[in-house]
Nanobody, 124 residues
């Protein structure tokens, strides 16, 4: 079992930055593919970014490429999402997720564990 707890959300003006953190429990954190998803009001949850167990491979949705950076610290059992140049359309609840499958599948149903989410609101 893996428990995930997100933090770092908040209200920010367009063009600003936020860094989300996801703290994971469990001794096998370093073996999981980790990812971030988001869900805006009235929309489906969507893939944002993912990172391999070693941190050597990262993946991004086209909508955030060049603005967001995912990273992980296996010694701290934590994954991060640095969000720069934020836009109002980035407003959503952001969820951390873990997948035992090392091969990325951006579909929501493929991921094994989820956090409770943290709200990010970007004002124009």
């Amino acid at each position: 079992q893996v428990q995930l707890v997100e933090s770092g959300g908040g209200l920010v003006q367009a063009g600003g930055s936020l860094r989300l953190s996801c703290a994971a429990s469990g001794r096998t954190f370093s073996s999981y593919l980790m990812g971030w998803f988001r869900q805006a009001p009235g929309k489906e949850r969507e893939f944002v970014a993912a990172i391999s167990w070693s941190g050597g491979s990262t993946y991004y949705a086209d909508s955030v490429k060049g603005r967001f950076t995912i990273s992980r610290d296996n010694a701290k059992n934590t994954v991060y999402l640095q969000m720069n140049s934020l836009k109002p359309e980035d407003t959503a609840v952001y969820y951390c997720a873990a997948d035992r499958n090392p091969v990325l599948n951006p579909g929501v149903g493929s991921w094994d564990y989820w956090g409770q989410g943290t709200q990010v609101t970007v004002s124009s």
